[in-house]
């Protein structure tokens, strides 16, 4: 079995930008298992977002959207007084790993999906715990089945001390692996970490880097 660590933050736009590239290389594995663990870009930021960054993160966002195809709006860091802190959208994917009962990690991975087009692609308000219960549930309930989740024991899990804890821990992990730039994409190989994708991958890519290492 293949055993894959996604090293993320759904806030990330070219980490937006891989997913399709990463779902096509999961359907090339149906076997293999997906751990998230959230990166933490910008989290506990405090600083309302600027003119002049907004400009220059609306240009990354550009490159991402000529590479990949996919959406974004404009308008997502529009609203008044924005403060691109990407702790709460990191602690919400942490929360549905905590309470997913899927191993192979793609549950998780549909939650982390689904923020990232709730924020790039609607505008919607991915640092509001309401908003972020509502489509984490949303995800989940279509990935495991309809009412298998609901929006008050999420927000409840949400807002623990725990889950903040749990996010700070991986926050500190990817310190610690010295992971600086998102995504990135490792695999556990003879008991080993080995990075098969640092930044935007094709699906082409990642599947011959793997073919390499498992030579």
Wanted: hydrophobic share 45%.
């Amino acid at each position: 079995m293949t055993h894959l660590i996604y090293v993320a933050d759904p806030l990330c736009s070219w980490c937006y930008g891989f997913g399709p590239e990463l779902l096509a290389l999961l359907e090339t594995l149906p076997d293999a298992k997906i751990d998230l663990v959230m990166g933490g870009l910008r989290a506990y930021n405090k600083q309302v977002l600027d003119d002049a960054t907004r400009t220059t993160i609306l240009g990354h966002w550009q490159h991402v959207a000529e590479r990949s195809g996919l959406p974004f709006s404009s308008s997502a860091m529009s609203q008044p007084g924005f403060i691109y802190d990407t702790e709460p959208a990191c602690r919400a994917v942490v929360t549905a790993r905590t309470l997913t009962d899927d191993a192979s990690g793609r549950a998780t991975l549909a939650v982390f999906h689904a923020l990232q087009h709730a924020f790039y692609a609607e505008a919607q308000d991915v640092c509001d715990a309401g908003v972020l219960a509502d489509i984490a549930v949303t995800a989940l309930n279509k990935a495991e089945g309809e009412g298998s989740f609901d929006i008050a024991s999420f927000t409840e899990t949400l807002v623990s001390p725990m889950a903040m804890s749990d996010a700070r821990e991986d926050f500190e992990q990817t310190q610690r692996w010295g992971i600086g730039g998102f995504p990135a994409l490792l695999v556990v190989h003879n008991e080993a970490l080995h990075m098969i994708a640092s930044g935007y991958t094709t699906r082409d890519e990642l599947i011959s880097t793997l073919q390499q290492l498992q030579q």
